[in-house]
């Protein structure tokens, strides 16, 4: 499959099991914070799988030089999911506006719907991406 095959009604699916490194605790203290918090499913963590998800249902059309970068996210954290249990993110790609691609995203564990909205990607050149990366470190 290239690009120019890509569609709409594109679909993927993907199976994580949900450990200590995914959970809120965790992310927690990322940012260094020691508040108590739930041993469950981060909401930044069921975002970054719904991204790599669809990096995922992506690759097979992308050429050598492209990738993807998400651009935006709206979802809706519905269920607590606990340390141990299994989520399967299902992603369908609805819109392709020139390099802007909208997928419908959705989160279940093995009990509820537990996450679902939009996720934004654009196609980028990887090696102009990456020289616009050096100019702004060297600028800053």
């Known amino acids: 499959m290239a690009l120019d095959d890509l569609k709409p009604g594109l679909r993927h699916r993907a199976t994580i099991r949900v450990g200590e490194e995914l ?3 965790a992310a927690a ?13 981060a909401t930044a963590q069921m975002i970054a799988f719904v991204e790599w998800t669809c990096v995922a249902a992506l690759a097979p059309c992308l050429s050598p030089e ?10 809706t954290h519905l269920a607590a999911t606990p340390v141990g249990m299994t989520v399967t993110a299902e992603i369908e790609l609805v819109e392709i506006d020139g390099r802007r ?14 996450g679902e909205g939009f996720h934004e990607r654009a196609i980028i050149d990887h090696d102009r991406f990456m020289a616009r990366l050096a100019r702004k470190q060297s600028d800053g």
Request: aromatic share 8%; charged share 20%; glycine share 8%.
């Open 23 to 25: 959970s809120v605790p």
């Open 29 to 41: 203290g990322l940012f260094g914070s020691a508040a108590e918090m739930p041993p469950v499913f």
């Open 101 to 114: 691609l909208c997928f419908k995203v959705s989160c279940r564990d093995e009990a509820d719907l537990i």
């Open 66 to 75: 492209q990738r993807t970068v998400g651009t935006r996210v709206d979802m």
